[in-house]
């Protein structure tokens, strides 16, 4: 298991955390305040706004937000190569994440295990006295069960703190392969995990992953979610 403030995200019913994507600071801020009470950690979607590249902005609206919000707080900056909108470049990418790897306001980093600078991003956000969060999403499929476990376990042996893979189902059998996944890493991981399977075809893998070992699920507010098949909070 893994503490973070006032929730212990791995023991118990998986945690729900509830993505904010605004274009502004000022619709991000009102989406957090509509989050406070219904989730346990708040997922701030960098990628979202508009001006994510001004750093010392960016960090200033993340503040504001933990004024708010007083759980955990994760950051993320998707990229547009795992299904967000972030289409600046991987030196960049890094560049605002090991900002956010000394922002008092943070407490989780979500680092993209495609990136090829994931391993010193990740000592700088243990540097930084943070947890890693290293993920990995295919919006084109979804591979075997045994490849699934292989990509999660590749992440906990690079270091993660919670590992997260999510993966879009073409047919019904893609859904099985996560639950396979997911019931192997429950034997065999030894940090925090969870695998989602997107869509409607794979909404089970959001509510009923206790069952499977997942520590962490997302849900949506109003409607409006980060990835296919969220459901409301």
């Known amino acids: 298991t893994l503490k973070i403030r006032n929730v212990e ?30 989730c346990d950690l708040l997922e701030i979607r960098a990628d979202a706004l508009k001006d994510c590249e001004n ?26 190569r795992e299904g967000g909108k972030y289409k ?7 560049e605002i994440l090991e900002a956010a790897a000394i922002s008092p306001a943070i407490d989780l980093v979500d680092i993209e295990y495609s990136s090829p600078f994931a391993g010193k991003l990740l000592k700088k956000v243990h540097e930084g006295g943070k947890a890693a969060l ?8 979804t591979p075997g069960a045994d490849a699934i ?11 993660a703190d919670i590992v997260k893979a999510a ?27 969870f695998i989602i399977s997107m ?5 089970m893998t959001r509510f009923g992953g206790e069952a499977f070992g997942s520590c962490m ?10 990835a296919p098949g969220q459901i409301e909070a």
């Open 167 to 193: 993966y879009m189902p073409l047919k019904s059998e893609d859904v099985c392969n996560v639950l396979k996944a997911s019931h192997k890493m429950k034997e065999t991981s030894a940090v925090p995990y």
């Open 217 to 226: 699920t997302f849900g949506c507010i109003d409607g409006e979610g980060s």
């Open 88 to 94: 600046g470049s991987r030196e960049k990418y890094a």
């Open 134 to 141: 290293l993920s990995h999403h295919d919006f084109n499929g």
């Open 55 to 80: 750093i010392p902005n960016l960090m200033s609206f993340v503040k504001n937000v933990r004024d708010i919000f007083q759980g955990p707080v994760l950051f993320t900056l998707r990229s547009s």
């Open 9 to 38: 995200i791995g023991s118990g019913i998986p945690k729900i955390a509830v993505p904010i994507e605004a274009v502004d600071e000022a619709g991000a801020l009102l989406k957090a305040k509509k989050a406070s009470g219904k």
């Open 199 to 203: 869509g409607e075809t794979g909404i």
């Open 149 to 159: 476990e292989r990509q999660l376990s590749g992440m906990e042996l690079l270091g």
